[in-house]
């Protein structure tokens, strides 16, 4: 058995669609057409039981009214029976003319048809007063068999037939629809399915048309885009890490080797190496552990505690200030901000330390001596906290400005090691940043300064 496929599924939604469509214009013609036709037979019905009751009442047919022969009346009824004989001619088929008394008794009748099965039957009633047998009921019955009834019918199975016939062109039609509807997302799935790895740079062709096929494509040509920067920025992060993990591991197994060799016979040499080791081992320490927080504070999912958790950033001002004072003891910290009114934000106290830390450690790492670095805070009017970190360092250049933000990259060729920075400092800041609802941005100018906006969400 085939797989129920999409195509498939269109093809069938369009199919029944259209069936459901024809079935419901048949229906509502054969009804309309049937309602036209009972109307019109009762009427001409009417019309022709008028007729033979005018003619009924006339003194010329009295004669045919008093014939001698065994009636099925009462008195002098009982021993005549009306001839109703002269109306058969003008009888259709199916069609009969009865004549009834009081009590429902056939007096006379003329015509002959059986109510076929199913059929529609109409009839005609008229009470008039006739002598010998008083008020009589003349009754016309179509059993059906009429030119009417039988046009009625034939309508009803030529509209049947045509629902038929549409009901296989609704499918055949539904299959080349579907096909031809498919076509373009056929084309993309080939294409989709040639890209690899190796290739995130070719994109999908997007039809000019201005619909939903080309919406797609430009989304999944956007999704490609996101994935290749994805992909690259993985890449680089591996390369990066990957180095910055070979420097102190050869660090550390230049000076084994020569505890090796000289540590026994020259304690200096032990000493030195024993040094350079344990510096090595601390930073690599370091490193890890920053990255094991980078991974932490790019988790797309919150606890709902952790998104709930609260602290006040003046508390993590004040305690953290007096730790970066020898950071860099040539520098000026201005705070402006210290006062009694507390200032709520919606981060966990840790996590702020962490992002103020990293950005006041670097604005007094990269800023000369007898520069200053300024600290103020506000709340803006949509109950946002908005910290300013501004400096009068080495500033950074517009070309490198848009890449600070990436993992392990440096600015200058004096931001390295020697500093003791890794490159990640600004890329865990931003993570915890936007983890927590709130933004960071840095703006700069060369040899003048460099001033950095931290927007927490507000309590």
């Not at 509502?28 to 009427?43: A, C, G, L, N, P």
């Not at 499918?171 to 997302?185: D, E, N, Q, T, W």
């Not at 505890?259 to 601390?282: C, H, K, Y």
């Not at 392990?408 to 936007?434: H, P």
Request: net charge negative.
């Amino acid at each position: 058995m085939k797989p129920w496929t999409f195509s498939r599924k269109v093809s069938a939604s369009i199919a029944l669609t259209a069936l459901a469509v024809a079935a419901v214009v048949s229906g509502f013609v054969y009804i309309t057409f049937k309602h036209w036709t009972d109307s019109q037979e009762t009427r001409l019905l009417d019309a022709k039981l008028r007729q033979f009751e005018l003619r009924v009442g006339e003194v010329e047919f009295l004669p045919s009214l008093l014939q001698p022969g065994l009636g099925k009346g009462s008195g002098a009824a009982a021993f005549l029976k009306p001839d109703f004989s002269v109306f058969a001619p003008e009888l259709d088929k199916g069609q009969v003319l009865q004549m009834l008394d009081a009590r429902g008794r056939v007096l006379a009748e003329a015509g002959e048809g059986e109510p076929a099965p199913g059929s529609d039957v109409y009839s005609a009633e008229k009470e008039l007063s006739l002598p010998v047998y008083g008020l009589v009921r003349l009754q016309l019955t179509d059993s059906g068999q009429s030119r009417s009834a039988t046009a009625e019918k034939e309508v009803g199975r030529l509209l049947l037939l045509g629902l038929l016939l549409a009901a296989g062109m609704a499918v055949l039609a539904g299959g080349i629809v579907s096909r031809s509807a498919l076509k373009p997302i056929r084309s993309m799935i080939g294409e989709v399915r040639s890209i690899g790895t190796n290739s995130l740079s070719r994109r999908l062709h997007v039809p000019a048309a201005q619909d939903e096929l080309q919406q797609l494509g430009e989304t999944f040509n956007g999704f490609l885009h996101k994935l290749e920067v994805s992909f690259d920025q993985q890449r680089r992060f591996i390369a990066d890490a990957s180095h910055e993990l070979k420097t102190p591991l050869a660090i550390i197994e230049g000076h084994t080797h020569m505890i090796q060799r000289w540590g026994r016979q020259s304690p200096e040499v032990l000493d030195e190496s024993l040094a350079f080791m344990m510096d090595e081992t601390r930073r690599m320490k370091q490193l890890i552990s920053q990255l094991l927080l980078l991974a932490e504070a790019e988790a797309e999912a919150l606890a709902p505690e952790d998104g709930e958790e609260t602290c006040d950033l003046k508390s993590v001002l004040n305690e953290l200030l007096p730790q970066t004072v020898h950071v860099n003891p040539g520098v000026r910290l201005d705070y402006d901000g210290p006062g009694e009114r507390a200032l709520p934000i919606r981060m966990p106290g840790s996590a702020c330390y962490q992002v103020l830390r990293n950005i006041v450690e670097n604005a007094l790492k990269y800023t000369p001596e007898g520069g200053a670095v300024m600290i103020g805070h506000s709340r803006s009017d949509d109950g946002k906290v908005i910290l300013t970190v501004a400096d009068t360092g080495i500033g950074i250049s517009a070309e490198q400005l848009p890449h600070i933000f990436e993992r392990f990259y440096r600015t200058e060729a004096s931001r390295n090691r020697s500093q003791g920075g890794s490159g990640l400092g600004l890329a865990i800041a931003k993570a915890i940043m936007e983890r927590y609802g709130g933004s960071i941005a840095i703006d700069s100018t060369p040899g003048q300064g460099t001033t950095v906006t931290l927007t927490f969400a507000g309590v």
